[in-house]
T-cell receptor, first 114, second 116 residues
Framework: NAGVTQTPKFQVLKTGQSMTLQCAQD?????MSWYRQDPGMGLRLIHY???????DQGEVPNGYNVSRSTTEDFPLRLLSAAPSQTSVYFC?????????????FGEGSWLTVV | AQTVTQSQPEMSVQEAETVTLSCTYD???????LFWYKQPPSRQMILVIR??????QNATENRFSVNFQKAAKSFSLKISDSQLGDTAMYFC?????????????FGKGTRLSVIA
């Protein structure tokens, strides 16, 4: 059981480049989300999804796109990378049956934009 | 919007001693969920403990327990018999009620150092 898998783990981008952070889970979880973690800021929600075909914005969605074509995958796309997007990105998933379910996190993706 | 406040950016404790991390939150909801996550230097997010607001009994997991004060909107984490492996960032998080899971709102974290 792999849990929540994020790729790549480390990435360096040049300003203006685009890229996709991949997230996959093998637990048949309906709920998936992306957070970014910056020093002194905790984790902030970027986008989330309650099921295939359904996505919604979080606290800091600008500059990011998501889609949820399957239950397993929830990729995060950076359209035109900026130095302000240098951060550690976490994907998370959980069941969404009644609320309050434990949310499981991937190991994080370190992104540097130069 | 809900907010979560962790007022202690850094704390330290001697090995085998007890330490309490503070967390307060702001919400108009009556039922909700609260969590403490641990993030060791590896950056992995590990669930420590979970509390449902409608349960008055404080949650306990081995050496970890909470003091949940609903009226005061306070959710502190007590770590007993601190171990070197407890050194980590600790995040308090809030989940509002919904038909299913809703996004977690995190505090900014408390960095805990356990000293030998």
């Amino acid at each position: 059981n792999a849990g929540v898998t994020q790729t790549p783990k480390f990435q360096v981008l040049k300003t203006g480049q685009s890229m996709t952070l991949q997230c996959a889970q093998d637990m048949n979880h309906e709920y998936m989300s992306w957070y970014r973690q910056d020093p002194g800021m905790g984790l902030r929600l970027i986008h989330y999804s309650v099921g295939a075909g359904i996505t919604d914005q979080g606290e800091v969605p600008n500059g990011y796109n998501v889609s949820r074509s399957t239950t397993e995958d929830f990729p995060l796309r950076l359209l035109s990378a900026a130095p302000s997007q240098t951060s550690v990105y976490f994907c998370a998933s959980s069941y969404s049956s009644r609320g309050g379910n434990t949310i499981y996190f991937g190991e994080g993706s370190w992104l540097t934009v130069v | 919007a809900q907010t979560v406040t962790q007022s202690q950016p850094e704390m330290s404790v001697q090995e085998a001693e007890t330490v309490t991390l503070s967390c307060t939150y702001d919400t108009s909801e009556n039922n909700y969920y609260l969590f403490w996550y641990k993030q060791p230097p590896s950056r992995q997010m590990i669930l420590v403990i979970r509390q449902e607001a409608y349960k008055q009994q404080n949650a306990t997991e081995n050496r970890f327990s909470v003091n949940f004060q609903k009226a005061a909107k306070s959710f502190s984490l007590k770590i007993s018999d601190s171990q070197l492996g407890d050194t980590a960032m600790y995040f308090c998080a809030f989940m509002r009620p919904g038909r299913g899971n809703t996004p977690l709102v995190f505090g900014k974290g408390t960095r805990l150092s356990v000293i030998a």
